[in-house]
């Protein structure tokens, strides 16, 4: 917008955060890889049954923060409590505004007992940076800016991320000298390639995996020794459409919209942010279309987070939370959509206009903030987000809040399709009809294996 030179600016112009979101011209969070580099199903396949190697070089944010009160600075911000946390150790990061709505997550890795990396989508990355550049803390930070958003940079790091059955005997071969990692969120060293990478343990699918990096201009000596060490097991490399479906079956919702749009709590921040930036021009998309930006606002128990809250120290939100923590809260689950409706919105491709919204294969999410209504007898009872096509479910899946009464596997409830009065402003959201779609609840991660050993890794 003409004249804005912050998100404040930007809304004031707008008139209606909530309105400004709906109506925004981007579209869904880009992977900035190749779609595919075989077929995306297979790539999916791979991470159950063989093992997948995902490039996460370009698409996310970096943010170090280098200092004496580092710690103290991220301990100040996060739910997360820090009492064991530092070198070599990492964790799922969790901030919350003043009132106790979730700004974001994403990944923390602890470089050194004064260093730290935070890894994740933008929104941390930058509450981070003004807390640091506001307060009164003995802290440096660096941010290393997602490809999208200054493509002519190349990144500090390669980082890729091995993954399924195979992964480990992979990367065992892969490995030139000393013993991996492997115990859970617990960072370690690999020689591969003729360098030395630092890795994370976690997994996919029920198995163990690592991400791997290092200085980015030694990446294809890595992935090339990788690749070596992957044939005859099935390694295959996953492009941007198989990735675009991971979350999903691991039961992660990736970009809650950030709970920083109204309040004068924030507006300082909303001040500080950019007219330009991620928070000022993404998109949110779905049939929960309300008027006020704060019902769009999430707690940490929408997201299974409420176990992430610790109470032993002070930190942005902690009053609020602590009056939310009895409840009662909303359930994440995963909600298998119900074939016969699924095929609605695939046969109204072949029907006169106004057909159903669209679904892309494999992602049918066309915002960066996807929020459909969950009805139960059509009354409103959740939310649904990120509606993919999982290839190894053979189903499409989405993960959803839902009323605490409803969240029991087997119940049946609706999705709510598409937008309302045809659809927004949105360019890339063709004229549609609103459709229900049946849902049956699942548990989350929705693939068993992963549900019972993802955090048993040893």
């Not at 997360?80 to 919350?96: D, L, P, S, Y």
């Not at 991320?161 to 195979?166: K, R």
């Not at 995996?209 to 090339?224: C, K, N, R, S, T």
């Amino acid at each position: 917008m003409t004249g804005s030179r912050s998100l404040q600016d930007r809304i004031d112009a707008a008139g209606n955060a909530a309105h400004m979101l709906q109506n925004a011209a981007t579209g869904p969070y880009a992977f900035p890889i190749p779609p595919q580099f075989t077929n995306w199903i297979e790539e999916c396949r791979a991470w159950r049954e063989t093992a997948v190697l995902f490039d996460q070089s370009f698409h996310m944010t970096d943010l170090y923060l280098r200092g004496p009160d580092a710690l103290a600075l991220l301990s100040h911000a996060a739910i997360n409590g820090f009492a064991k946390f530092g070198r070599n150790k990492a964790k799922q990061i969790v901030c919350v505004s003043p009132d106790g709505y979730v700004i974001g997550d994403g990944i923390l890795f602890g470089l050194e007992d004064d260093e730290f990396l935070y890894i994740g989508r933008p929104p941390v990355a930058n509450w981070l940076r003004f807390l640091a550049e506001t307060g009164d803390w003995d802290v440096e930070t660096e941010l290393d800016i997602r490809s999208l958003e200054n493509p002519d940079k190349p990144r500090k790091l390669y980082r890729y991320e091995v993954q399924g059955p195979n992964a480990l005997e992979i990367l065992t071969r892969a490995n030139e000298g000393g013993p991996l990692t492997t115990k859970f969120f617990n960072m370690g060293e690999i020689s591969l390639g003729g360098h030395k990478a630092r890795t994370l343990s976690h997994g996919m699918g029920g198995a163990e995996g690592l991400e791997i990096w290092g200085p980015f201009e030694e990446g294809p000596d890595v992935l090339a020794a990788l690749m070596a060490a992957g044939e005859g097991l099935g390694l295959r490399r996953a492009g941007s459409r198989a990735y675009s479906t991971s979350a999903m079956e691991s039961g992660w919702i990736p970009s809650p919209l950030p709970a920083i749009y109204s309040g004068e709590a924030m507006r300082a921040y909303r001040e500080w942010l950019p007219s330009t930036g991620f928070e000022a021009t993404a998109t949110v998309g779905g049939s929960f279309q309300p008027d006020d930006v704060a019902d769009y606002y999430l707690t940490p128990w929408d997201l299974d987070y409420g176990r992430l809250v610790k109470f032993d120290h002070e930190f942005i939100g902690r009053a609020a939370l602590e009056k939310m923590a009895e409840g009662p809260h909303r359930r994440k689950v995963t909600l298998v959509w119900d074939r016969e409706g699924i095929l609605e919105i695939f046969g109204g491709m072949m029907d006169d206009f106004p057909a159903p919204k669209l679904m892309e294969l494999p992602a049918g999410h066309y915002a960066a903030h996807p929020y459909d209504q969950v009805l139960n007898e059509g009354a409103l009872a959740g939310l649904s987000t990120y509606p993919v096509y999982s290839a190894n479910e053979r189903a499409w899946i989405s993960l959803a809040m839902i009323d605490p009464a409803l969240a029991e596997p087997g119940t049946h409830v609706s999705i709510l399709w598409g937008e309302a009065d045809g659809g927004t402003a949105k360019p890339h959201v063709e004229r549609h009809r609103q459709i229900e779609v049946g849902a049956t609840v699942h548990p989350w991660p929705i693939h068993e294996a992963a549900r019972r050993t993802y955090r048993s890794q040893t």
